[in-house]
């Protein structure tokens, strides 16, 4: 049986001058997940929000809330709230009306009002808290009040413009884990806009890589980790190598790529048509690379490389080598086992050439 979607829209287009920011979008988000999209700044990530707010309207294509098409309705009357990264709570009402304002615009009676504001402060962690000011509260705890004036209204949709960014380090990584509890615990469909991959991973069950106006990607966060499609996403989300060179043969989806000094590298070939003779560029994430003290097991690819230095930080220890005058990085294992490492030597690193992903040059 087909999921129902909450949010659908095909062919959205949104134009400024001859620039498109939002460039033939189609997007299905199945009711009660977490969908989440990333890019850099630019790409079109806030346009294609306000589209789906209704603060804004599409040159082309079609919103769908719940299979009701939304393109003329206007912003205050779809059933969508809006977290924004400066939070807008009203500086001069208590919590609990902050978070009634909405109900008492819709004209909800004072009782029920009270006992929906007392549910859902329960419910975000900060029940007793109702008669507080804004001011006196921490910067989770402030974020925790704006989504529950959003969440009290029981909106279809919630769409989170960057809602974190004004947050510390810290309280951030506190916040991604609690936000992905919240959103499973209310069971509303989020829609959360970052250039922040971690939150995008964290949090998400889908997320669309955005660039120059379009979904490179579409996937779950392992996937867009373990099989990129694009060289854009494999080089945005987590860390990766670059190596760049010529194609000299493709065998059972492996190619071979002979980089300008002469060694040769394999990989997943990730591109169709890879053929001898093309230039191409092999991703390899730094967890993926092996210290090789021995003879490299059969079949792993391998690569000689010069030391420059050792990063520390904890179970993310580094160490980052120079090949063919390219910086690589690879992982430092965490039982000891990496050979003693001194700047300037020599250190051969392997892999498993399907942890490898191998794009053409022409797929920029």
């Known amino acids: 049986m087909a999921t129902e979607s909450d949010l659908s829209c095909s062919g959205l287009v949104r134009r400024f001058g001859n620039n498109a920011a939002v460039d033939h979008v189609s997007l299905d988000v199945p009711a009660g997940t977490f969908f989440s999209i990333l890019g850099p700044s630019g790409c079109g990530k806030t346009t294609l929000l306000r589209l789906l ?8 294509g079609d919103i769908f809330i719940r299979g009701q098409r939304m393109n003329e309705v206007p912003p205050n009357k779809r059933p969508v709230n809006m977290v924004f990264q400066h939070l807008a709570l009203f500086p001069t009402m208590s919590v609990g009306d902050n978070i009634g304002y909405g109900l008492k615009r819709k004209k909800v009676p004072a009782a029920e009002r009270r006992k929906r504001i007392a549910r859902v402060l329960e419910q975000v962690g900060l029940p007793e ?31 989170l413009d960057e809602p974190l960014g004004a947050l510390d380090l810290k309280l951030r990584e506190q916040m991604k884990v609690e936000l992905k509890h919240l959103q499973k615990q209310f069971g509303t469909t989020f829609v959360y806009i970052t250039h922040d991959q971690s939150e995008a ?28 499609a694009t060289p854009f996403v494999a080089g945005f989300v987590g860390d990766n190598n670059r190596l760049a060179g010529t194609v000299v043969s493709v065998a059972d989806d492996v190619a071979a790529v002979r980089l300008s000094d002469g060694a040769v590298v394999r990989g997943r070939s990730a591109s169709a048509g890879l053929a001898p003779g093309a230039q191409a560029e092999l991703y390899i994430r730094p967890e993926s690379l092996s210290f090789s003290q021995t003879a490299a097991v059969a079949g792993s690819s391998s690569l000689q490389t010069r030391v420059r230095t050792t990063l520390f930080d904890g179970a993310n220890s580094r160490v980052e080598v120079e090949s063919n005058g390219q910086a690589l990085f690879a992982r430092l294992p965490q039982d000891g086992s ?27």
Do not use: I
């Open 53 to 60: 707010a209704g603060f804004d309207k599409p040159d082309e």
């Open 129 to 159: 808290l109702e008669n507080r000011n804004p001011q006196e509260l921490s910067g989770g705890q402030r974020q925790r009040v704006a989504l529950a004036r959003c969440l009290v209204l029981e909106p279809t949709l919630l769409l």
């Open 201 to 228: 991973m964290v949090m998400s069950d889908q997320v669309a890589v955005m660039k120059n106006g379009r979904f490179e990607q579409v996937a779950p966060p392992e996937e867009l980790y373990r099989h990129p």
């Open 338 to 364: 990496a050979p003693a490492l001194t700047q300037d030597g020599h250190l051969e690193l392997s892999w498993d050439p399907d942890l490898a992903r191998v794009f053409g040059a022409a797929h920029q």
